[in-house]
């Protein structure tokens, strides 16, 4: 009596396991992180309220993005210390951030230097921005010979800010210097008849809809 050949038992197929996380985008596939995405949306900061000396936080909101990247930074500040304002368009233009610039709501004083120093700016009609010259300001006491000095440095100052704004701007001094002296609001309007911004609004989609629509 033959006995049946011996029959190889069949394993029993793996349990499938957690799926594995890829990154994305794929490395073959996407965009290059240099090519700007309006839908990725990429990084967004705001800068707001009073630019003083003590608070870094805005130095670090700009030194904890990616060098060299894209994002858009929103401005609603009446402005503060000529310092800060200088530090933080240094960290844009440093950095090699390329912001694209969005006037909120009021854009004045020390805060228009980082916001001259986006590469792309935008204003609404509603927008105020505040041009004057640089303000010299001690709760201390000092001496005679101290206040002739800050007198004299802030001269030198307010001219080299002058053609500094008017460099980042991309127009000429005699621009900023008509706005500065002795001091004027400018409207979103007035800064767009000027060359200095392009304007969106309120009710025509979000922002970066708008950008797209304006660049092509």
Not at 20 to 33: A, E, V
Request: hydrophobic share 40%.
């Amino acid at each position: 009596m033959s006995r049946a050949p011996h029959q190889a038992r069949k394993k029993p197929e793996p349990k499938p396991g957690p799926r594995l996380l890829r990154p994305y985008p794929g490395p073959q596939g996407g965009r290059r992180p240099s090519d700007y995405d309006l839908e990725a949306r990429q990084w967004e900061i705001v800068i707001s309220g009073d630019l003083v000396d003590k608070d870094g936080q805005l130095h670090e909101k700009l030194m904890d993005l990616p060098r060299n990247s894209r994002g858009t930074i929103f401005f609603d500040s009446c402005g503060g210390s000529a310092y800060v304002g200088l530090a933080l368009a240094s960290l844009i233009r440093l950095r090699g951030l390329k912001g694209i610039g969005v006037v909120a709501g009021e854009c004045s004083s020390a805060a228009l230097m980082p916001f001259a120093a986006c590469t792309e700016r935008y204003v609404t009609r509603h927008a105020s921005l505040l041009f004057h010259p640089i303000r010299w300001q001690s709760e201390e006491q000092v001496r005679l010979e101290e206040a002739a000095e800050w007198a004299r440095h802030f001269r030198v100052m307010e001219a080299d800010h002058d053609a500094l704004m008017a460099r980042l701007f991309n127009c000429s001094p005699e621009i900023i210097q008509t706005w500065s002296n002795p001091g004027r609001f400018v409207s979103g309007e007035e800064l767009v008849a000027a060359g200095l911004a392009k304007l969106i609004d309120l009710f025509s989609g979000d922002v970066w809809t708008q950008i797209a629509r304006l660049r092509s």
